[in-house]
């Protein structure tokens, strides 16, 4: 019985079954053409004849497939990414995959452009896959502006977009976890993320022999590029140049900052005191 009406649950499920059977015949099929066209794929290679019209199964470079076992793996680790942020006491926010372009050229300048994944919609406006989500993060704070109670401490796992030569572990496409603290002015917010992904590291068996801990100031890179009588316009630039430490050559990093117009003497300077530097070295 179902809602005191005899036989309209043995209806449903035998409704049900039909559309399965309907749903599975139809999947079948397009297996089955898959597997035709993956077929007419394999024996077109080498017959440019042939090639137009036929799809390639593979994923666009730089991006990858999700199969059931690495969708488990990847759920597992966004669980572990939930579970401390929801710890500490952050609240979880999301932003939409296509942002304004402009949200990210005034932060780093137009040469970003050249690391986006970058159009004009059909309405004509520019628009762009996000590279990372802090500046999505500023948009909300921005729109609640007063509205915000602070602190506000969020946290967010979104995919992200950019246009850059493939290395091994880093994609195009790429997941980011970012969790942020708004409206507290000492350094109490800094101390709690620290913390976060220490743990975060103990509860996926990671010690210090597997990972190290590096810490970035802004502001200390504005010293520095000040000190070196670098032109304040060029900081974005220098910046996005920074970023690349660890990723591409040194040598490949003074280069694009010579290609901004720094002295290249001190472009070397600024790449081996930011990748290298002590305390003391900053001091001198």
């Not at 004509?124 to 909300?140: A, I, M």
């Not at 572990?169 to 709690?192: F, I, K, L, S, T």
Request: charge should be neutral.
């Amino acid at each position: 019985r179902c809602g005191g009406r005899p036989g309209v649950l043995s209806a449903l499920v035998s409704g049900a079954r039909g559309r399965f059977a309907s749903n599975s015949t139809t999947a079948a099929r397009a297996v089955s053409s898959e597997r035709k066209s993956a077929g007419e794929l394999k024996q077109s290679k080498g017959s440019g004849d042939q090639k137009q019209g036929l799809v390639d199964l593979k994923p666009p470079r730089g991006t990858r497939d999700f199969f059931p076992e690495d969708m488990r793996l990847r759920s597992w680790l966004f669980d572990k990414f939930r579970q401390i942020s929801l710890a500490y006491g952050f609240e979880e926010v999301d932003f939409p995959v296509l942002e304004s372009e402009a949200l990210y050229t005034r932060k780093a300048g137009e040469e970003i452009t050249t690391q986006l994944y970058n159009f004009e919609d059909k309405g004509g406006r520019k628009v762009s896959l996000r590279p990372e989500l802090t500046p999505s993060l500023s948009r909300l704070v921005l729109q609640k502006g007063k509205a915000l109670q602070l602190p506000a401490k969020w946290f967010a796992i979104g995919q992200c977009w950019r246009y850059e030569r493939t290395t091994r572990g880093r994609r195009r496409e790429h997941y980011q976890w970012n969790m942020d603290v708004v409206g507290v002015p000492g350094m109490e917010a800094e101390a709690e993320v620290i913390s976060a992904i220490i743990d975060f590291f103990d509860q996926v068996g990671l010690t210090s022999e597997d990972v190290s801990i590096k810490l970035s100031n802004r502001k200390l890179l504005q010293s520095l590029v000040d000190a070196f009588g670098v032109g304040g316009d060029l900081f974005p630039q220098v910046c996005v140049c920074v970023d690349k430490l660890g990723k591409i050559p040194n040598e490949a990093i003074v280069a694009e900052l010579v290609g901004l117009g720094v002295a290249e003497g001190v472009a070397a300077q600024i790449v081996h005191l930011v990748a290298e530097g002590s305390f003391e070295d900053y001091k001198q």
